[in-house]
């Protein structure tokens, strides 16, 4: 992140472009020059240009290409609005006054770096709302492949297959011989 101080005297935060260090003059506004950092509106930048924290609608504070390393790409100026590539591949239309900034936003190697305690991944997954670890069928033992389950007695012809309303499930144990 980049605190960007206004000559007012305002501050505000912005997503940080790779090329962008401390004490860099930022333009912003339709007047700015296509340097990195400089926020502009969609439709002073030209086709073929890398933009990123792109906004959705005008004055919305940017919706597109945020994330670490990621940037659109300006395809085309059409009536309708500007045309953007994302990262992802997809083709969007966003309005031509909506502002981006100009450059590839910073820390693209971030994702590189390897896990080094399965912790880490955990975290990461339960942050994202996602069940870890994920075990495999195949890199179970044989024995836990296909558990083998009872079928109810009311269940429809074709469903009945196995071990249909057995008294007893599970694993026969030998009866214990006690020696007198």
Same mark, same amino acid.
């Given at each position: +992140?980049?605190?960007?101080?206004?000559?007012?005297?305002?501050?505000? @935060?912005?997503?940080?472009?790779?090329?962008?260090?401390?004490?860099?003059?930022?333009?912003?506004?339709?007047?700015?020059?296509?340097?990195?950092?400089?926020?502009?509106?969609?439709?002073?930048?030209?086709?073929?240009?890398?933009? @990123?924290?792109?906004?959705?609608?005008?004055?919305?504070?940017?919706?597109?290409?945020?994330?670490?390393?990621? #940037?659109?790409?300006?395809?085309? #100026?059409?009536?309708?609005?500007?045309?953007?590539?994302?990262? !992802?591949?997809?083709?969007?239309?966003? #309005?031509? !006054?909506?502002?981006?900034?100009?450059?590839?936003?910073?820390?693209?190697? *971030?994702?590189?770096?390897?896990? %080094?305690?399965?912790?880490?991944? @955990?975290?990461? %997954?339960?942050?994202?709302?996602?069940? @870890?670890?994920?075990?495999?069928?195949?890199? +179970?033992?044989?024995?836990?492949?296909? %558990?083998?389950?009872?079928?109810? *007695?009311?269940?429809?012809?074709?469903?009945?297959?196995?071990?249909?309303?057995?008294?007893?499930?599970?694993?026969?144990?030998?009866? *214990?011989?006690?020696?007198?």
């Amino acid at each position: +992140m980049a605190l960007i101080r206004c000559e007012d005297g305002r501050t505000f @935060y912005n997503i940080a472009g790779e090329g962008l260090y401390e004490g860099k003059e930022i333009r912003i506004g339709g007047a700015a020059s296509l340097e990195v950092g400089n926020i502009v509106p969609l439709a002073q930048v030209p086709e073929g240009s890398t933009v @990123y924290n792109v906004e959705k609608q005008p004055a919305d504070g940017g919706k597109f290409a945020r994330s670490s390393g990621s #940037h659109a790409t300006v395809i085309a #100026h059409t009536p309708a609005g500007t045309t953007l590539r994302l990262a !992802s591949g997809k083709v969007i239309t966003v #309005h031509s !006054s909506s502002l981006a900034t100009i450059g590839v936003a910073a820390a693209g190697g *971030r994702t590189e770096k390897p896990f %080094m305690k399965a912790g880490e991944k @955990y975290y990461l %997954m339960r942050a994202r709302g996602r069940k @870890y670890p994920l075990t495999k069928s195949n890199r +179970m033992i044989a024995a836990l492949r296909r %558990m083998p389950g009872s079928v109810p *007695r009311t269940a429809p012809p074709g469903q009945k297959v196995g071990l249909i309303a057995p008294r007893k499930t599970g694993r026969g144990r030998k009866a *214990r011989v006690k020696f007198a």
